[in-house]
């Protein structure tokens, strides 16, 4: 069965008020500074940093701060869900325009690979999108190696009999997993995304098979190829 596996941040959901925020306001708690979106997107783009705990470590090291990584995930989980999940994620904004997640349904099984935990994606998806069944929804816990590991991915295609995957993602990990897996790929890639071209460039010499500037130009593209 055709299956249309999501990414959730930059595909689905707008993470800079959340995931972002959260990420320059721990690294701001440990060190003082605040780090410039700029330098955010220079390191997802080398690879390697989908997991934000992880790249706020990196952050900090380039600051010459050394801190545990126990200590970063305590403080920017803080931040991020506050008190009775009143945190910053409330500030996340969804992508997705009404009616396009129902209809790619009736010709695609929806499934979900996102290096966010299982309490964060299952949070996102009931606010916005309580009606859309998405299946399997794969989370950080459920794999070995995260990102650009390929094991989310073949955790969907051992799970779905004659899959007909294809992967939509934001950023070279994304891609790099899907080519490990052997997935087509398509690349999301905002207008306003800073960098954009040297994502676009990545997105290419990982083998996408299209690309879009939102998730909302999907319907259309995948109605134009045979992916």
Known sequence: MRTLIFDVDGVLVDPVPSYRQALIETVAHFSGARVAPERIVE????GGY??????????LADLG???ALDDIVS???KVFWGPDETGLILSERWLVSNGMLGRLARNWRLAVFTGRSAR????????????????????????SNQKPAPDGLVFVLEQVVKAEPVYVGDNVDD???????????VGVAAPDAPRRNEILALFEQEGAVGVVESVNELEALLEERTL
């Open 65 to 67: 701060i050394e801190a």
């Open 43 to 46: 390191l997802k783009n080398h």
């Open 175 to 185: 891609a790099r997993a899907a080519r490990a897996a052997g997935v087509p790929f």
């Open 120 to 143: 964060a994606v299952n949070f996102t998806l009931r606010r916005f999108a309580p009606e859309v069944r998405f299946d399997p929804v794969v989370s950080s816990e459920m794999v």
């Open 50 to 59: 989908n997991n934000d705990y992880v790249l706020a470590q990196r952050l």
């Open 75 to 77: 403080h920017f989980e």
